[in-house]
C-alpha cells in the first residue's frame, strides 16, 4: 500500500485560507468516506482534526473543514493563525482492516 | 478522560526484539480497536497495524507482516506491540492510537523512541 499524495508544503499569511490535498487511489480514498487529517507540531504526538472526510471532533475550530472529490481528498484551513503552522497528515482506509497514511504537509505561516 | 500511555523501548541491538506497551484509561477497553503507529526521524507518519476489540484480530501493513506482533491484556487494560529483527531502518517513535470507531484515530499515546544501534 502506497502512501497517499500530499504536497511537501504550503504556506498562507495570517488570516488568509491554505487547502492541502490527500491523493491516492479507487482503493482507499476514493472508495471509502473515512479519511482523517491530523495536525502535528514538533515533537508532539497527532491529534485528529477531521474524521470521516468533513466532521469536526470537539473542540476543533470551525476553521479546518474537509472534503473529497473522486480519490483527492482535502483540508481547508481558514483564517490561519500562527498556531496553525504544523505538519499535516491525511489518513484513508483502504480495506480489509487496512490503513494508509498521506506524506504529509509541512503548513507555514508567513 | 482518555489516555494512552505508552513505556519500553529505548536503545536495541540489530537483530533484537522491541516490545512496547501502551495503557489505556477512560474508556472501555474491550469496546475500541488500536493502531500502532511509527514515525521515523524527520519522516512521516506510518501505519503499521491495528488489533480489534476482541483482541482476536490483529492486522499488519504487509511489511512488517513477519515481524509484528499486537496482542493486549485486559487485566491490566495494557495493549502491546513486539517488532522483531530490528535493523536500523526501524530506528523512529512508535505510537499507539485508539481507533475511534469511525477508522480515525482519536486519541493518541505520547509515543516513545526506539533507536536500533550497535
Not at chain 1, 37 to 66: M, N, T
Not at chain 2, 56 to 68: G, H, S, Y
Not at chain 2, 86 to 97: G, N, P, Q, R
Request: proline content about 4%; glycine content about 10%.
Amino acid at each position: 500500500q502506497s502512501a497517499l499524495t500530499q504536497p511537501p508544503s504550503a504556506s498562507g499569511s495570517p488570516g488568509q485560507s491554505v487547502t492541502i490535498s490527500c491523493t491516492g487511489s479507487s482503493s482507499d480514498v476514493g472508495g471509502y468516506n473515512y479519511v482523517s487529517w491530523y495536525q502535528q507540531h514538533p515533537g508532539k504526538a497527532p491529534k485528529l482534526i477531521i474524521s470521516e472526510v468533513s466532521k469536526r471532533p470537539s473542540g476543533v475550530p470551525d476553521r479546518f473543514s474537509g472534503s473529497k472529490s473522486g480519490n483527492t481528498a482535502s483540508l481547508t484551513v481558514s483564517g490561519l493563525q500562527t498556531e496553525d503552522e504544523a505538519d499535516y497528515y491525511c489518513s484513508s482506509y483502504a480495506g480489509s482492516s487496512i490503513y494508509v497514511f498521506g506524506s504529509g504537509t509541512e503548513v507555514t505561516v508567513v | 478522560q482518555v489516555q494512552l500511555v505508552q513505556s519500553g523501548a529505548g536503545v536495541q541491538r540489530p537483530g533484537a526484539s522491541v516490545k512496547i506497551s501502551c495503557q489505556a484509561s477512560g474508556y472501555t477497553f474491550t469496546k475500541y480497536s488500536l493502531h500502532w503507529v511509527r514515525q521515523a526521524p524527520g519522516q512521516g507518519l506510518e501505519w503499521m497495524g491495528i488489533i480489534n476489540p476482541s483482541g482476536e484480530v490483529t492486522t499488519c501493513a504487509q511489511k512488517f507482516q513477519d515481524r509484528l506482533i499486537m496482542t493486549r491484556d485486559t487485566s491490566t487494560n495494557t495493549h502491546y506491540m513486539e517488532l522483531s529483527s530490528l535493523t536500523s531502518e526501524d530506528t523512529a517513535v512508535y505510537y499507539c492510537a485508539r481507533d475511534g470507531g469511525h477508522c480515525e484515530s482519536d486519541f493518541w499515546g505520547q509515543g516513545i523512541l526506539v533507536t536500533v544501534a550497535s
